[in-house]
């Protein structure tokens, strides 16, 4: 029972191509997220919903656009993609707490992608 | 803004030691602290929650502590085991306002436990 899964697990596409990665919880989680690790590995948030209502918009360029159609699915959509896109992009959902915050955060197994 | 390192960025150690990961952050006012573990080319595993409000928490091997005020946590690894080598992370959840809900990793510490 795959608790987060991302589709598709890589991708590999030229400059200026417009791609979409699909990412699906059946956690039951009310907030979702989107974060990209760079070649050095470090992870850095991008977007999040809660309740399908964008919460966190952290400074992406406008080319990434997140569309959430529920509660259990959180799709990045990316325009003209660019050389610098190549990275791996982890979608990640948690139940936003009460007093005392979010609570674990559950990754899925991220999609590599790869712009020639 | 929060800014979240780790010490030692990589860790090389014989199997059945013990060991210490660090990790530091510089605002203190967050919601709890969260340690991954994320072995190549894989997603990242959720190890121990910490919340603000807490001290510690403990799973089997590994106990992780929370000094807020001093803004710092530890990830011990008892007796550690070939199958512990993977990158482990820290990563900080901000109180309010548009934090709420964001994650600020750290750098990671490769971890290599060798027979």
């Known amino acids: 029972d795959t608790a987060v899964s991302q589709t598709p697990k890589y991708l590999v596409t030229q400059m200026g191509n417009d791609k979409s990665i699909k990412c699906e919880q059946n956690l039951g989680h009310d907030t979702m997220y989107w974060y990209k690790q760079d070649s050095k590995k470090f992870l850095k948030i991008m977007f999040s919903?809660?309740?399908?209502?964008?919460?966190i918009n952290e400074t992406v360029p406008n080319r990434f656009s997140p569309k959430s159609p529920d509660k259990a699915h959180l799709n990045l959509h990316i325009n003209s993609l660019e050389l610098g896109d190549s990275a791996v992009y982890f979608c990640a959902s948690s139940l936003l707490g009460g007093a005392e915050g979010v609570d674990t955060q559950y990754f899925g197994p991220g999609t590599r992608l790869t712009v020639l | 803004k929060q800014e979240v390192t780790q010490i030692p960025a990589a860790l090389s150690v014989p199997e059945g030691e013990n060991l210490v990961l660090n990790c530091s952050f510089t605002?203190?006012?967050?919601?709890?602290l969260q340690w991954f573990r994320q072995d190549p080319g894989k997603g990242l595993t959720s190890l121990l929650l910490?919340?603000?409000?807490?001290r510690e928490q403990t799973s089997g091997r590994l106990n992780a502590s929370l000094d807020k005020s001093s803004g710092r946590s530890t990830l011990y690894i008892a007796a550690s085991q070939p199958g512990d080598s993977a990158t482990y992370l820290c990563?900080?959840?901000?109180?309010?306002?548009?934090?709420?809900?964001?994650?600020?990793f750290g750098q990671g510490t490769i971890l290599t436990v060798h027979p």
């Open positions: 990563a900080v959840s901000n109180a309010g306002g548009t934090s709420y809900g964001k994650l600020t």
């Open positions: 910490i919340q603000s409000s807490q």
């Open positions: 605002d203190s006012a967050i919601y709890n």
């Open positions: 919903y809660n309740n399908k209502e964008l919460i």
